[in-house]
């Protein structure tokens, strides 16, 4: 009952499907809720399962087993799990959503049963439904993701969404032709000054385990004036606003661990610009892989930020290289080269849900729910206000700690405005990288 299936070539999926049947919920188990008026619950289905038939990978599961290699199966059909509840006159409510949601998130995905998405729309009044949205992350990324909530309102509301040229297919076969020689000469050179992997979990002497499991979660933001100024920030110096983050960020991975040489994993967009029709396609193309740099105290600021920027325009060419690959080559054992990776996301999911002003649906604000395997998730999202979201595992990071390091990253990005291009980076008023472990020290302990 399936028309295809293929070697799992995406190595990110095979990093996901690990964690999955390691741990049933949890990691990379994407949940999207929004109060939404006016919505038709059977159109809506309908408008959902158009998508799900028209888009393969929405009917993909993975079967391992004895193979040699896991493979994806593409099902000729697969029905959406669609449910609607009727929640009016609940005294409850606000709980029995927050339960809801978090059993949904608990219950996780049969990776070899497709769909592995569903959807749930709880009637809250007369007019108002809660929509609880749960997917694997292994079938897409964030800007797919985005792609087909604009689909599914199109089909909504009449259309029949164009489709671009490409398949998920053509992006496996090109997968397949790179040249592995040149991306381990390349990482090979990357990895050349990084003497040991950069673990802020393993900074000081801490026991982890001190506030049991789960995640900690902290928000912290720049007002609309500061984000204002470090976008003009960014063009003055001719890079981007995620450069100007990520030169911020292994400021503080140096200060904090001491190390010359740091290193934390970027979440990169994967898709190849020669295959035509690649940003139209959904699909799971993001890969995560380690900047490495070693800021020095006498290096300008400006030439820091030309540094980053340099470094991320390179990796473009290898952002396929599978991680478990570039971690071999690193003659570490193996071992994690970083325990903290930074999101730069530029897929506003809020805005592809309002983007049509004549629907007569009307969301509410998003709220989104996503967790990986690395114990500290950045995540920087870019609008009026620069916002920070920080995912920390409370098994290694206590909140205190959580909150202290989005506080000190953002003001170093404060003082990156305030100072010149020919500031030296031992000039920038920093923790010494004595108070930091100070910091870290006391962040630390479990009280």
């Not at 470090?230 to 981007?240: D, K, S």
């Not at 202290?404 to 980076?425: I, K, N, Y």
């Amino acid at each position: 009952d399936f028309c295809l299936s293929r070697g799992l070539g995406d190595v990110y999926k095979r990093q996901m499907m690990f964690h999955t049947l390691l741990q049933q919920g949890g990691d990379y188990i994407n949940q999207l809720r929004v109060d939404v008026t006016g919505v038709d619950p059977e159109r809506f289905r309908a408008a959902w399962q158009a998508a799900v038939d028209c888009h393969d990978l929405l009917r993909g599961s993975f079967i391992w087993g004895e193979l040699a290699s896991p493979l994806q199966i593409i099902q000729r059909e697969a029905q959406l799990p669609f449910a609607v509840h009727d929640w009016r006159g609940r005294d409850d409510l606000a709980d029995a959503l927050e339960a809801f949601a978090a059993a949904d998130r608990a219950a996780g995905f049969d990776l070899v049963r497709p769909p592995l998405l569903r959807l749930t729309l709880i009637r809250l009044d007369a007019q108002r439904y809660h929509l609880i949205y749960t997917s694997h992350h292994i079938l897409m990324d964030g800007w797919s993701n985005t792609r087909l909530l604009g689909e599914v309102l199109q089909r909504y509301h009449g259309s029949v969404p164009e489709q671009g040229p490409g398949r998920f297919r053509d992006y496996i076969a090109w997968l397949q032709r790179q040249n592995g020689e040149a991306r381990q000469a390349f990482w090979t050179r990357q990895l050349q000054d990084l003497d040991a992997p950069t673990l802020l979990a393993r900074a000081t002497d801490w026991a982890a385990g001190s506030e049991g499991q789960g995640q900690v979660e902290r928000v912290q933001q720049l007002d609309a004036r500061q984000t204002a100024r470090l976008e003009a920030f960014a063009r003055e110096r001719r890079v981007t606003v995620n450069t100007v983050v990520q030169a911020a960020w292994l400021l503080v991975l140096q200060r904090y661990t001491g190390q010359a040489c740091v290193a934390f994993g970027a979440t990169t967009a994967g898709r190849p610009a020669e295959l035509k029709g690649i940003e139209q396609q959904i699909g799971l193309f993001i890969n995560t892989l380690p900047v490495i740099a070693s800021p020095r105290p006498e290096q300008a600021l400006g030439d820091w930020l030309d540094t980053v920027q340099a470094l991320n325009i390179a990796l473009r060419e290898y952002d396929h290289t599978p991680l478990f690959d570039i971690q071999r080559w690193a003659g570490q054992g193996g071992e994690a080269l970083f325990d903290s990776i930074l999101v730069f996301e530029n897929y506003p999911v809020s805005e592809a849900l309002q983007a049509d002003t004549t629907s007569s649906l009307v969301f509410g604000e998003v709220a989104n729910h996503e967790q990986t395997n690395y114990p500290l998730t950045l995540v920087v999202n870019l609008g009026t206000h620069l916002s920070l979201q920080l995912k920390a595992d409370r098994a290694r990071f206590s909140a205190r700690l959580a909150e202290q390091l989005g506080e000190h990253l953002l003001q170093v990005l404060q003082q990156m405005l305030e100072s010149s291009a020919e500031t030296a980076l031992g000039e920038l008023p920093m923790l010494s990288p004595q108070q930091a472990q100070a910091v870290l020290h006391l962040s630390l302990i479990h009280i």
